[in-house]
T-cell receptor
Framework: DTEVTQTPKHLVMGMTNKKSLKCEQH?????MYWYKQKAKKPPELMFV???????INESVPSRFSPECPNSSLLNLHLHALQPEDSALYLC????????????????FGPGTRLTVL | AQSVTQLDSQVPVFEEAPVELRCNYS??????LFWYVQYPNQGLQLLLK??????LVESINGFEAEFNKSQTSFHLRKPSVHISDTAEYFC???????????FGAGTTVTVRA
């Protein structure tokens, strides 16, 4: 099973709202990712967690706050977003890098379509 | 740093015709290569990957790709497409000890009857 689930599928929020996106995987993966994808563009990496610790933050504005409460769950907390933050937010997971020369395949969820009014 | 170039932004093709999507990469070290497909209003699905071993890799739905180190390419092919193959296709590359995937700009495949 290579399934990553994301909720909600769609989210509309105002610029003063606080909301959260959720991601879950049961593949035993210990690396999880958040990506942002604008229309007709490739995904852009936002955050990487490895063994529940933040490993990479691609200079993402603080209005996006990631959280990894356990090895299966990944949240993205949203606050005071701007209309330009409207996009498809994708979660992915993989086995973490454990040894020199190691890498693994990222599996993506279906995404949350976010609209900021 | 590694990078990916997808040479065709749009590929229109008739049903049952063959299709080839071109992907070239740039890297100073060994790479791992992936093709992902994104159907309208969906997430990315892994189509196939090259990590090591045989340079010709195949997917369960008839796609294949060949890793060519000398030409730094990983082109995707299907001998006969279906309407359901209409989608966006992304080539991606990573290297050892790196969580970051570098994506190409994507190729839109439109299959017409």
């Amino acid at each position: 099973d290579t399934e990553v689930t994301q909720t909600p599928k769609h989210l509309v929020m105002g610029m003063t709202n606080k909301k959260s996106l959720k991601c879950e995987q049961h593949m035993g993966h210990r690396a999880m990712y958040w990506y942002k994808q604008k229309a007709k563009k490739p995904p852009e990496l936002m955050f990487v967690y490895s063994y529940e610790k933040l490993s990479i933050n691609e200079s993402v504005p603080s209005r996006f706050s990631p959280e990894c409460p356990n090895s299966s769950l990944l949240n993205l907390h949203l606050h005071a977003l701007q209309p330009e933050d409207s996009a498809l937010y994708l979660c992915a997971s993989s086995q973490p890098i454990r040894f020199s020369g190691d890498t693994d395949t990222q599996y993506f969820g279906p995404g949350t379509r976010l609209t900021v009014l | 740093a590694q990078s990916v170039t997808q040479l065709d932004s749009q590929v229109p093709v008739f049903e049952e015709a063959p299709v080839e999507l071109r992907c070239n990469y740039s890297s100073s070290v060994s790479v791992y290569l992936f093709w992902y497909v994104q159907y309208p209003n969906q997430g990315l699905q892994l189509l196939l990957k090259y990590l090591s071993g045989s340079t010709l890799v195949e997917s369960i739905n008839g796609f294949e790709a060949e890793f060519n180190k000398s030409q730094t390419s990983f082109h995707l092919r299907k001998p006969s497409v279906h309407i359901s193959d209409t989608a966006e296709y992304f080539c991606a590359v990573t290297i050892s000890n790196d969580y970051k995937l570098s994506f190409g700009a994507g190729t839109t495949v439109t299959v017409r009857a």
